[in-house]
């Protein structure tokens, strides 16, 4: 590995860490865009990862692209899968979460579905997907791609994007404007505890976020 390199992957790596308390729902206070579909779910409980999107778009009955990407795929990335419209086949299941693990992913986000879902769970990695089904991928060898830019759950995600994931869904980021988002949504979060107990003291929430004068100034104009 050059210096170069070292030091891109030191800096992503550090971006990621800014996002390790960062909720994707403070996010969606803010942006509009970059979100998942809300079918993406995680099939384990209450996680929270955020690394830079190893993408791989995979035919709808052919996993063995999928294999390959997994030799490829670097320790602290979370995979990106594009199942390319397909709706009924599995492409993840047990075996490939093994692989996962030993490659270091730290979560996998398809566009698609699962099978062996409780080998998954008892794994504790992290996998968003649309649901669950037995059909699943055979290895055909009909094609597919690594590394380029692909379309999950709705978002366009570019490799080396930031992918915030949690039990709220998933949202990709763009490297540029991470800190600065960072940076907003740790100032939301801290302050909103401080908002909830003064709603719980009685105080109106539409005079405290400021939603009535919003509306006042709307009727006026």
């Known amino acids: 590995m050059t210096a170069t390199g070292s030091s891109a992957e030191a800096s992503i790596a550090q971006r990621a860490a800014l996002f390790r308390e ?22 384990i409980e209450g996680p929270r990862v955020c690394g830079p999107a190893f993408t791989v778009s995979v035919p709808p009955d052919d996993g ?19 199942r390319q419209g397909d709706d009924r086949h599995a492409c993840w299941g ?8 030993a490659a ?46 692909v379309r999950c759950g709705g978002a366009t995600v570019r490799p080396g994007d930031l992918v915030l994931a949690d039990e709220n869904g998933v949202c990709v980021i763009d490297p540029a404007e991470a800190e600065a988002l960072a940076r907003t949504c740790a100032a939301m979060q ?9 709603v719980l003291r009685g105080e109106r929430i539409d005079e405290i976020n400021g939603a009535r004068k919003l509306l006042e100034q709307s009727r006026v104009s």
């Open 64 to 82: 063995a692209v999928l294999s390959c990407a997994l030799t490829q795929a670097k320790p602290g990335d979370i995979l990106v899968i594009d």
């Open 94 to 101: 047990a075996v490939m979460t093994a692989a996962a693990q």
């Open 190 to 198: 801290a302050a909103e505890p401080d908002v909830i107990a003064r």
């Open 104 to 149: 270091g992913i730290v979560g996998v986000v398809i566009d698609g579905f699962v099978t062996d879902v409780a080998a998954i769970r008892a794994s504790g990695l992290p996998v968003w997907c649309r649901g669950r089904s037995p059909l699943t991928t055979k290895l055909l060898g009909k094609g597919g791609t690594i590394g380029d830019t």
């Open 22 to 43: 960062i909720e994707t729902a403070t996010l969606g206070h803010i942006l509009t865009e970059g979100f998942m579909i809300p079918a993406i779910q995680c099939v």
